[in-house]
């Protein structure tokens, strides 16, 4: 009956979590704790061959929502593999649309698109703010991109009173995705602080050299210049997302739950992170390994990942090929072989590192009898006979193999054959790449306590064992 305080990994992630409303934020975060341990950020414009070193650690964003960190190993020479993790940094929401204004009935909303495969009914009777992305103009004249969020409830998408629709306890909860998921932001009545504002036509100005203030109500602007100590003329676009304001927080009666949005994917995005940095504490470790550590956060793996900051671009190829044939610690040229981007990949692995579905007490029968993933019961090794995972038995052990080094326990988790099934990264890399790939995953949305430091471990001794579990495992 003892309830004792959370583990500090976990309180650790609401810290992150907390302020990590956007894809944006989420890489600012990371990048935050990148910094922190001593890595360097590089660009992806610029020649790395005078900048790389054995032992250095680097990082670089790109479109400011993906981010890739490593650490070269001591012992690295071109050729050599690389020991990966891939997550991303977005996850389902409404965003707000690029022509947002809209009225109805002496209500001011904000027109919003979905963004991935959400539970849009959640989004309803929550306290909402903004948070993401927007392009200034400084008094320079120059175009500027900066973080900006709103830290208080500005919207709301309201239900209808079960007075007006008894429908709703019979037949369930039933909505149109794009009339009744609308946000309310103001009455007309508070906003009439002046000349009333200027409607849009459709169909005619709408498409035209409209300026951004007038698709978008006032307000709305005023928010966001205020946030960012900006005129309202001076701001050219944005990208913004809705988020519930209600901190993520521990719950349960033993401190056992972590309650939070954005479980998905930015848990692992998180242990990602701090896999990576504690790896890298003995120095020892990293001296001593011949391979690459890295961590490639991706955005877009809601919608696919086809764009030029996803997992199916060219971010993690370019990378890795860049590595390879880069030279080290002011060599004039590159070591040991003509062909050492080709040579790496088969000595690579990467962690494809997503959320799973814990089995759900009001509907256990939706998962398999011998394949329910639980809480606080060792990190889940997803595994799919039609491959969509690229999961092989191979492939396995070398994550069994490196969970023995802290005692990490592992889970398998099979869909039933009767039962749709998701995908994430991992299938596409291995495609592009021909890496070995396993995708894992934590609990979504309710996620326990004690994973947190499960992962972490699991990834950190995946980093430092993976180089010597591969010399033993013959695979062709």
Known sequence: TEIRPPPIEAQDFLTFVNQAQSPFHATEQAVIRLRRAGFEEIKEKDNWNHTLKRNGKYFFTRNKSAVIAFAVGGKYQPGNGFSAIGAHTDSPCLKVKPVSKKEKVGYLQ????????????????????????????????????????????????????????????????????????????????????????????????????????????????????????????????????????????????????????????????????????????????????????????????????????????????????????????????????????????????????????????????????????????????KINANQRYATTAPTTVVLREAAKKYKVPLQEFVVRNDSPCGSTIGPMLSAKLGLRTLSMHSCREVCGTEDVALAIKLFEAFFEEFPSIDARLTID
């Open 110 to 381: 904000v027109g919003v698109q979905l963004y991935g495969g959400g539970l849009w009914h959640t989004w309803f009777d929550r306290d909402l703010s903004v948070a993401g992305r927007v392009v200034i103009e400084t008094e320079e004249g120059k175009l500027e991109s900066r973080l900006v969020r709103i830290d208080r409830p500005i919207l709301r998408i309201p239900t209808l009173a079960i007075h007006l629709d008894r429908s709703t306890s019979a037949d369930g909860f039933k909505f149109n995705n794009e009339t009744h998921l609308t946000p309310l932001i103001s009455t007309v009545t508070k906003s009439l602080t002046g000349a009333p504002e200027k409607t849009l036509k459709p169909d005619t100005e709408l498409n035209g050299d409209v300026p951004l203030s007038q698709k978008h109500h006032p307000i709305l602007m005023h928010l966001l210049a205020k946030e960012l100590d900006v005129n309202v003329d001076r701001i050219y676009d944005f990208e913004l997302c809705l988020y519930d304001t209600q901190p993520s927080a521990i719950g349960g009666a033993y401190n056992e739950f972590i309650f939070s949005g954005r479980l998905d994917n930015l848990m692992m995005s998180y242990c990602s992170v701090e896999a990576l940095i504690g790896s890298l504490k003995n120095e020892t470790s990293l001296a001593n390994d011949p391979n690459i550590r890295m961590i490639c956060l991706f955005d877009n793996e809601e919608v696919g990942s086809q764009t030029a900051h996803g997992a199916d671009s060219n971010l993690l190829p370019s990378t890795f090929e860049r590595l390879s044939m880069a030279t080290y610690d002011n060599e004039t040229t590159s070591k040991k072989t003509q062909t050492p981007y080709l040579e790496a990949l088969p000595k690579s692995y990467l962690i494809s590192a997503d959320m799973a579905h814990a089995v759900h007490p009001n509907y256990y029968e939706k998962h398999d009898d011998g394949h329910r993933p639980h809480m606080h019961k060792g990190v889940v090794v």
